[in-house]
């Protein structure tokens, strides 16, 4: 950041420049909103909705969820906010949507959830990086052979 002299802060003021604008968020939120994906008992957690990801993250998350889901599926996409600083109020929420038989899959959300819940890297990571495929179907596989 540059300091620029008190007489020439008055010759930019005069003019009709101002010399600093305040920002009334600095871009920050205090909330942040998850899309809860159900297919069958499958429910996924999202960062953003799926339309908004891009057709070869739309392809890899349906080829995941078919796994663990009928193909005539039924399917359901809720948005909720929740505050960025509480895991506790997202826990409330996912109670909420949450039955014992459901299988919970969280795609790059980081969060400390009391229930047990299979947490995949985000959807460009995986397509970015091959590797983290095969950990990520293991884990599918498991929850689901249980």
Known sequence: MTIISSKSQTILLNIGIPTFIKRENLGQKSSKSIIFHKRDKVLALLLKPLEKYSKEEQSLFISIMNTMS??????????????????????????????KSEIIISFGLKAKLDIDVIQAPSLS????????????????????TN
Do not use: A, V
């Open 125 to 144: 990571s995986i397509i970015s990086n091959p590797n983290l495929k095969r950990p990520l179907w293991e884990k599918i596989k498991k929850t689901l």
């Open 70 to 99: 009928s193909r005539n599926s039924k399917n359901e996409e809720l948005s909720e906010s929740f505050d960025l600083k509480s895991d506790k109020q997202l826990n409330e929420i996912i109670q909420k949507k949450y039955n």
